[in-house]
């Protein structure tokens, strides 16, 4: 669109990203809230910019871009409120939206629950972020590092290159303004056989595409997908089990869908405590495990905030193995007299962090008198909430260990286990990295999670996909 402004690396290939700078968004809430006819109002501005490349049997298929700014005009009439969203940001189109929306709105049943729109907030200073895309060149180059070196081991690669810009603006008639611009990127890769027994993933993610890795990205899903050739079966069970980063993100970031307060506190979650209330202050994993959010860790120019406009917050949702906080919405805050939690709805989406330790997966391995070996997690689906108990299958790569070495490659799993089991059999932590943990766990935002060690992982049947 015409209003969408520019920015741009120097000195790169990088082409410009055209979202909504600053002063846009604010001159289109502007107009949006002047025309409305609402008792009060809210403006959602959503402008985005996205790029991919896809390739697959060692070629590039794929390339596309796309831009799109939307914006939804929430009209309240008391407790009631209705919402119409437009991509055309012209005056006439804005105040037929903001019409729309405010005709709606007396129709609909009242919202008990619905808490008064905030004035205007204090965010913290936008930090000096480059948001910029890279050109069909840059991907594909960064491509053929995986399908060159596939090819040449008479392998077959396919892959996806990912990257979003985003800017977004949120404004009410009670002079609130809040706005925040992001990138992430992500490459993934999977690598097989031509026999289809062996494959092989790997991911590299970032906040700009030079924190890609193509290269490290090319050599692991290569070698896995060499070593995984010609699985063994060995029984199902429950073994000592190494799981990788993106395994242990792929698992772990399922907590955070539970630690909503309200279901806690009605009694509907693992985190309810027995006979009433919920779990704040009490140990319920290893006391090596801490988890926590973190605007610092947001792929964004100035942190964030949630969706009622409040500025984002580090929270510590569990430390040393005890739940510190849950997340508390405004009217569930206001109803328990505290102070809601400012992470906003899904906040795993925003950025997760799982402290790590020192260990690191070779030494793992050497201290394994028998176990299992993961590389990531596929097909994740919830069993029993009250446990956060999932059910999935493993993927890409899964190894048996035998005195203290990766000795052979094994039919894939599938597994029944909760994060809270495992995090209570931890056995050894290494060091923290960012993830991709794929199934778009944490799309949007950050994780942050280290490899891990634990026993008595269970595993409950085999599965004959690859």
């Not at 949702?317 to 510190?324: P, Y």
Request: charged share 20%; with cysteine; aromatic share 6%.
């Amino acid at each position: 669109m015409s209003r969408h402004g520019a920015s741009s690396a120097p000195n790169t290939l990088f082409a410009p990203v055209n979202i909504l700078s600053r002063a846009e968004a604010q001159e289109i809430a502007q107009r949006a809230l002047k025309a409305s006819p609402a008792e009060e109002t809210r403006v959602t501005i959503n402008s985005g910019a996205r790029a991919d490349t896809r390739f697959a049997l060692n070629q590039v298929t794929t390339s596309g871009e796309n831009r799109d700014t939307t914006v939804t005009i929430t009209a309240y009439q008391g407790n009631r409120s209705a919402s119409v969203s437009t991509n055309r940001l012209d005056d006439a189109s804005l105040a037929a939206a903001a019409k729309q929306a405010n005709e709606i709105a007396k129709l609909v049943p009242p919202n008990p629950e619905r808490m008064p729109e905030l004035g205007a907030q204090t965010y913290p200073a936008t930090r000096e972020r480059v948001i910029s895309m890279p050109t069909p060149a840059e991907r594909a180059l960064a491509s053929k590092s995986v399908t060159e070196l596939a090819r040449a081991n008479d392998l077959i690669a396919t892959g996806f290159i990912e990257c979003r810009a985003s800017a977004t603006a949120l404004a009410n008639s009670k002079g609130l303004f809040a706005y925040d611009s992001s990138a992430n990127v992500t490459m993934t890769a999977t690598v097989r056989s031509p026999d289809g027994t062996g494959s092989g993933w790997a991911c590299s993610d970032g906040t700009s595409f030079a924190d890609l890795d193509p290269k490290q990205v090319a050599a692991t899903a290569v070698q896995k997908a060499r070593e995984s050739r010609n699985p063994v079966a060995i029984e199902p069970g429950r073994y000592t089990t190494i799981l990788e980063p993106t395994a242990v993100g792929n698992l772990v970031q399922l907590i955070t869908g539970a630690m909503q307060a309200r279901s806690a506190d009605e009694g509907r979650s693992f985190f309810s405590k027995q006979g009433g209330g919920n779990k704040i202050g009490m140990k319920v994993v290893d006391d090596r495990v801490t988890l926590l959010t973190d605007p610092e860790d947001a792929p964004s120019t100035s942190g964030g905030y949630d969706g009622s406009g409040l500025p984002l917050e580090k929270v510590t949702w569990i430390e040393n193995g005890i739940v510190k906080t849950l997340n508390y919405d405004r009217f569930w805050a206001q109803k328990q007299n505290v102070q809601p939690t400012r992470v906003g709805g899904g906040f795993g989406g925003r950025s997760l962090r799982m402290m790590g330790g020192t260990t690191s997966i070779a030494d793992m391995i050497k201290d394994t008198e028998r176990g299992v070996l993961v590389t990531r997690f596929w097909y994740i689906r919830a069993v029993d909430p009250r446990t956060i108990l999932y059910t999935g299958l493993t993927r890409d790569g899964t190894f048996l260990i035998e005195n203290g070495k990766v000795s052979r490659p094994i039919k894939n799993f599938r597994f029944n286990e909760s994060p809270i089991f495992f995090l209570n059999n931890l056995q050894a932590m290494g060091p923290t990295i960012r993830i991709n943990a794929s199934e778009n766990l944490g799309a949007g935002g950050a994780v942050y999670m280290p490899p891990i060690k634990v026993r008595d992982f269970t595993f409950s049947s085999l599965s004959d996909a690859v």
